[in-house]
């Protein structure tokens, strides 16, 4: 009789445990439709690509970096990725077309929100960075500083719509846990 209290008292706080470490990581979620983001994008995405000289390079899908990268990590690459289009892609992309100037500005202020929320999570310890996700993260920055800063800028808007699919599938796959 006391082994079955026992055991019933053990899965008993592992579910609650795990009710709590699903909230935990509902709380990191993105609360925000991608798909108006994407939308944004796709508005622009033909100009985009068509100043693109470098079409056989590649910055985010180089061996699958962001394929590779384990739910644990996706909070961390997130934010990583959102830092890395505000702080570089965003700062070093010139454009002189006020329509899509308006469509970037859009989807960077867009990127800064969702890198607050991030930035709370992190702060309350629940987006934990492993040296995984930095090498992931180095290799972005490597092959953006292999190009010419406008020509990078120009790249990797155009393969925006790669990073919106990764955050939308691990989103969708985060909040179904």
Not at 35 to 54: G, L, P, R, S, V
Not at 90 to 119: G, T, V, W
Not at 161 to 174: C, E, P, S
Request: with cysteine; proline share 1%; glycine share 2%.
């Amino acid at each position: 009789m006391k082994a079955q209290r026992v055991s019933l008292w053990l899965v008993a706080a592992m579910f609650l445990l795990g009710s709590v470490r699903a909230r935990g990581l509902r709380r990191c979620l993105i609360s925000m439709d991608i798909h108006d983001i994407e939308e944004a994008f796709q508005e622009i995405k033909k100009t985009i690509q068509a100043k693109d000289t470098f079409q056989n390079v590649t910055i985010l899908s180089t061996s699958e970096t962001l394929h590779s990268i384990k739910p644990l990590d996706v909070c961390c690459m997130t934010k990583n990725l959102l830092a890395f289009y505000v702080d570089k892609v965003f700062k070093d992309h010139q454009e002189l077309n006020p329509q899509i100037l308006r469509k970037i500005s859009s989807i960077a202020n867009s990127f800064l929100y969702m890198q607050k929320a991030l930035q709370q999570c992190q702060e309350q310890m629940q987006c934990h960075c492993r040296d995984e996700t930095t090498n992931a993260t180095r290799i972005i920055h490597d092959n953006y500083d292999q190009l010419e800063v406008r020509a990078a800028a120009i790249k990797s808007l155009g393969e925006l719509d790669i990073f919106l699919a990764w955050i939308d599938k691990n989103n969708q796959r985060t909040s179904a846990a």
